[in-house]
Antibody, heavy 121, light 108 residues
Framework: QVQLVESGGGVVQPGRSLRLSCAAS????????MHWVRQAPGKGLEWVAL????????YYADSVKGRFTISRDNSKNTVYLQMNSLRAEDSAVYYC??????????????WGRGTLVTVSS | EIVLTQSPATLSLSPGERATLSCRAS??????LAWYQQKPGQPPRLLIY???NRATGIPARFSASGSGTDFTLTISSLEPEDFALYYC??????????FGPGTKVDLK
């Protein structure tokens, strides 16, 4: 079955960096766009970044543009989120999610269980 | 950026009752709207995409309608497992993909 497993979260000081990973299985990874979506504690959902199925295009929320980088390794069925210059307001559960169908970006399904990032001194 | 608003913020109902949730967009999103369900400690789950299409495995008691700026999610008869948070999301004009603030369906 389709599975997404995030890792790499933890506690980090403001200004430092962290890299999240999302390992995918159960589908042809190289044919689906992938997203990162975050949820601050007790808050709603915020889309963070998108990478095209072949890595040719990436897009970011304004709140992370210039600080976060999404990438993927289709040989390892993994998508990454490199987070630099972290701020307290970046503290959240970070979910990776797959496009519902291949091709142009569409809906988020399925989702991983998330990894918690806490930015605190 | 397209802003989505959801109403009500909280809906207090009993099992067996009908739930009607609303999502309004700041500008037309055509039919590019989805609904997600989230339970505590779990990731969101896609319920509805393209305004009215149920995702795989979603029970028929969930239905949705709308186009343009006004959308509705209806749960015809609430089951105990339906008490959760519901978010709408648009992909008409991206980036960014935007979500509504959510409606909580809780037990009356």
């Amino acid at each position: 079955q389709v599975q997404l497993v995030e890792s790499g979260g933890g506690v980090v000081q403001p200004g430092r960096s962290l890299r999240l990973s999302c390992a995918a299985s159960g589908f042809t990874f190289s044919t689906f766009g992938m997203h990162w979506v975050r949820q601050a504690p007790g808050k709603g959902l915020e889309w963070v970044a998108l990478i095209w199925y072949d890595g040719s295009n990436t897009y970011y929320a304004d709140s992370v543009k210039g600080r976060f980088t999404i990438s993927r390794d289709n040989s390892k069925n993994t998508v990454y989120l490199q987070m630099n210059s972290l701020r307290a307001e970046d503290s959240a559960v970070y979910y990776c999610a797959r496009d519902l169908w291949g091709g142009d970006p569409n809906w988020f399904d399925p989702w991983g269980r998330g990894t918690l990032v806490t930015v605190s001194s | 950026e397209i802003v989505l608003t959801q109403s009500p913020a909280t809906l207090s109902l009993s099992p067996g009752e009908r739930a009607t949730l609303s999502c309004r967009a700041s500008q037309s999103v055509s039919s590019y709207l989805a609904w997600y369900q989230q339970k505590p400690g779990q990731p969101p789950r896609l319920l509805i995409y393209d305004a009215s299409n149920r995702a795989t495995g979603i029970p028929a008691r969930f239905s949705a309608s709308g186009s343009g700026t006004d959308f509705t999610l209806t749960i015809s008869s609430l089951e105990p497992e339906d008490f959760a948070l519901y978010y709408c999301q648009q992909r008409s004009n991206w980036p960014p993909f935007t979500f509504g603030p959510g409606t909580k369906v809780d037990l009356k």
